[in-house]
């Protein structure tokens, strides 16, 4: 699990800089710039964040100038930062990125999430927003409205003006920003799939809902098998009707095999 530092200088507002998924990951910590080293931080960190007024800084140890990033792709760089791969290879992830105003950037329009704060650690870290993205965070159960949060999206100038997506737990809705009552449930996997569908293709919900509907009439029913019997990781046996979600993946992420499946059917919803 990836974990962030990103020290904030005490002239930079922090509510002023837009959340985003990999937030949840952070650890945020205001300084004095009068007294901050720089130079004592990389003796403690092999790779850290620092917060500007208009951009923000990589200091990775073994680079001898900082990055200097655009706060509209923060998440995606933040990926390449928590990477677990080697310090050269985050190196050239960064030097490739384009730049725009002598800052580096992601030129991909952003994924805005809802995410629900209290099951933020439960994502795993490469399925969020597809590297792209900006977050709402909230904290109850009672604050999840989907009219609300289409409000919130109308307002956001950097993130995708088609659709939004609403996780809590592995659970995600993927939301037209325009009718809140027309969206997808899905887990991590198809999310990613879905998404991905409907920013390079163009594809909307009202698409998606139609062919995974035909798909799931034609589906085979699942057969019950005599003798199964449903364990949990530590190979104890489960009460019978207990709800689980399969993944199967075949060594890194990008060798998914297959996608999830429900002890229920998977839901796909247009509501009226």
Known sequence: MSTFTIYVPSYVDLKAIQTCP???RATFVTVDPETFSIEAKRQEHSKFIVFEKD????YEKDSPEPFKCSYYSRNYIMSLVGDLGS???IREQLTRLEKENDCLVFKRQNLLSFIYRPDAE???EKHRDCGGGIAEFYDTVEEEDFERFAEIARTKETCNKKFFVVNRGQTYHIVDTNDPSIRCICGPVM???YVWRMIDWSITIQEIIKVENEYLKRREKAKCVAGFELRDSQGVPLPEGTEFKLVIYNGKY???KDTEYDSEDDEYEEEN
Not at 55 to 58: A, D, I, K, R
């Open 22 to 24: 990999l937030d949840s």
């Open 55 to 58: 951009h923000f800084l990589v």
């Open 87 to 89: 310090k050269k290879f």
């Open 122 to 124: 439960c994502l795993d």
């Open 191 to 193: 999310k990613m799939d």
């Open 254 to 256: 990008h060798d998914v």
